[in-house]
T-cell receptor
Framework: NAGVMQNPRHLVRRRGQEARLRCSPMKGHSHVYWYRQLPEEGLKFMVYLQKENIIDESGMPKERFSAEFPKEGPSILRIQQVVRGDSAAYFC????????????FGAGTRLSVL | GESVGLHLPTLSVQEGDNSIINCAYSNSASDYFIWYKQESGKGPQFIIDIRSNMDKRQGQRVTVLLNKTVKHLSLQIAATQPGDSAVYFCAENIAGGTSYGKLTFGQGTILTVHP
């Protein structure tokens, strides 16, 4: 049973470009979460999705960031017009249920904005 | 300019010793807690979890203790090995409401195990 798969592992973008980060949850998991981690800090929650629904996006910046989890295919975190401050590691997690459940993490995508 | 990162708490132990990593949480409504281990360049790896109706839970070589009175969580690792060297995070989840899927992470503790 494959774990949470994220791609790409590393992504380099210039300021103003778009970044698309993909996450395939573990088999049988319908809940997906995105977190951001800056160097030497803990992970910060961004958004929680179920298939075709955004459940909680309280951690998402209001502009330039969006997330989706379509009926078919991976979850996508999209960052438009990237700025240097977006450079971070972005982790996706999945769980079989939502509330009070173990979240299993992928290896992350490390975004560098030049 | 160069950014200065936060300095995480550190714990250095000798191989074979027991390690205790502590975590304070702030939200008394939190009802579910998880410990994660993160190695350099990797994602957080689940170690052990505990619900608020318990005060102790044991796994293989690890024990988590929960003290709700003082909002404190600890992770005990028995017979620590060099492979245990990593950053350890506690995370909490609040039951109910719209934030029930959200984990709030602590700042992390760097554990270094010397052979």
């Amino acid at each position: 049973n494959a774990g949470v798969m994220q791609n790409p592992r590393h992504l380099v973008r210039r300021r103003g470009q778009e970044a698309r980060l993909r996450c395939s949850p573990m088999k049988g998991h319908s809940h997906v979460y995105w977190y951001r981690q800056l160097p030497e800090e803990g992970l910060k929650f961004m958004v929680y999705l179920q298939k075709e629904n955004i459940i909680d996006e309280s951690g998402m910046p209001k502009e330039r960031f969006s997330a989706e989890f379509p009926k078919e295919g991976p979850s996508i975190l999209r960052i438009q017009q990237v700025v240097r401050g977006d450079s971070a590691a972005y982790f996706c997690a999945s769980s079989p249920r939502g509330e009070s459940d173990i979240q299993y993490f992928g290896a992350g995508t490390r975004l560098s904005v030049l | 300019g160069e950014s200065v990162g936060l300095h995480l708490p550190t714990l250095s132990v000798q191989e074979g010793d027991n390690s205790i990593i502590n975590c304070a949480y702030s939200n008394s409504a939190s009802d579910y807690f998880i410990w994660y281990k993160q190695e350099s360049g990797k994602g957080p790896q689940f170690i052990i979890d505990i619900r608020s109706n318990m005060d102790k839970r044991q796994g293989q070589r690890v024990t988590v203790l929960l003290n709700k009175t003082v909002k404190h969580l600890s992770l005990q690792i028995a017979a620590t090995q060099p492979g245990d060297s990593a950053v350890y995070f506690c995370a909490e989840n609040i039951a109910g409401g719209t934030s029930y899927g959200k984990l709030t992470f602590g700042q992390g503790t760097i554990l270094t195990v010397h052979p």
